[in-house]
């Protein structure tokens, strides 16, 4: 654990709940003031917070629809107002609604692609900005889908394809200062429609033959932003579903 209080921010989007929650919970046990982004969840937002205040270091709660670059805006421009310095950013918030391409709403597929592909591409952008002078890091949010033909969620599915390659791209334009690298999860938590038959079925696939927990996908984080040779790079962390 690094000795505390330090001067560094660590935003991560989607943070009240899910794997964002948990990977704020580890940066702020790092020692990181933790800036907590949150759409609708603000009970589940202010309760992590309160955790992360625990751990003796800040919680700024802060809520943005990310579908609106505006509202992604003002939230960098409170984050430039805070004590601490933005050194990591973490592209956590993402929906994954089902669709069919033959079928799908272009609404739906606007609202998945703006959350999933655009948001991180426009807080790259500003926390770039931030970051200017320090050594930053970005780590953005996959899915081991993205390489998969999941015909049941097309949108989400594009968007994280989408995702790694700009994780690539933000990496060469933001170098030698930023690096930016992404973690792809398997199967770590089952989303509120997949049954509990299904998803069994889904782990026995895996030649490990079980799902992954949060803490899996918290090391692999923590290993990029650590590892100060590592920029531009996927980190699969699913149990070997892309051997199947």
Not at 21 to 40: P, Q, T, V, W
Not at 47 to 52: D, G, L, M, N, P
Not at 112 to 132: D, G, S, Y
Request: glycine letters at 8%; charged letters at 20%.
């Amino acid at each position: 654990m690094t000795e505390f209080p330090r001067n560094d921010l660590a935003l991560i989007t989607g943070g009240a709940v899910r794997l964002g929650r948990e990977i704020a919970l580890a940066l702020a046990r790092e020692g990181y003031a933790i800036a907590l982004h949150y759409h609708s969840s603000a009970g589940k937002a202010e309760k992590t917070a309160r955790e992360i205040e625990k751990l003796g270091v800040p919680a700024y709660l802060l809520q943005a629809d990310l579908r609106e670059p505006e509202q992604i805006k003002a939230c960098f421009a409170k984050i430039s107002g805070l004590p601490q310095h933005l050194t990591v950013l973490v592209n956590s918030a993402s929906v994954m609604p089902r669709g069919d391409l033959r079928s799908l709403p272009v609404t739906e597929w606007d609202d998945t692609l703006a959350v999933n592909l655009r948001a991180p591409w426009l807080c790259a952008q500003a926390a770039a900005e931030l970051m200017q002078g320090r050594d930053g890091v970005i780590i953005n949010l996959s899915d081991s889908g993205a390489r998969k033909t999941w015909t049941g969620f097309p949108a989400y599915t594009i968007s994280k394809a989408g995702l790694e390659v700009l994780t690539r791209l933000l990496a060469r334009s933001l170098a030698p200062g930023i690096r930016v690298n992404a973690v792809a999860p398997g199967l770590i938590l089952p989303s509120e429609d997949t049954s509990p038959d299904e998803w069994q079925r889904l782990v026995q696939r895996l030649p490990v033959k079980h799902q992954g927990a949060p803490q899996d996908v918290v090391q692999a984080v923590l290993f990029l932003i650590n590892n100060r040779y590592i920029t531009g790079e996927t980190l699969v962390v699913d149990g070997g579903y892309q051997l199947i």
